[in-house]
């Protein structure tokens, strides 16, 4: 579990290990799991906005940073339920992807 910048806990476990092992083969599952490391300080120390999905009206968190050791262009992303504060699923975004969500975060130095 981690805490973010508002004090909200943000819960990794079950739904992430199953949404990954679900819905990629097992080496990109692999290769994910191995980005967790990011996607806990994304939570910890990124930006959040909420988004209401326009199917279903489900409201998701969204939380993104850029790392200066993934590239000029990538940044991650961590989707959270926001019902139960569990991210269910994680990963590594082109800036264009990221902004396309909202967000307008510098790059890390």
């Known amino acids: 579990m981690e805490k973010d910048r508002g004090g909200r806990a943000i819960k990794f476990g079950l ?26 300080s ?35 992303l961590s989707i959270v339920n926001t019902k139960d504060g569990e991210v269910f699923t994680a990963f590594r975004s082109p800036r264009s992807y990221i902004e396309k969500r909202g967000f307008q975060i510098e790059k890390a130095k």
Not at 18 to 40: F, N
Not at 58 to 76: M, N, P, R, T
């Open 42 to 76: 994304t939570v910890r120390s990124g930006e959040r906005i909420e988004v209401a999905e326009p199917k279903t009206g489900e409201v998701k968190a969204y939380y993104a940073k850029f790392f200066s050791d993934q590239g000029k262009e990538k940044g991650f």
């Open 15 to 40: 739904r992430l290990k199953k949404h990954l092992e679900d819905h990629h083969s097992p080496s990109e599952c692999i290769r994910r799991k191995e980005h967790l490391l990011y996607a806990r």
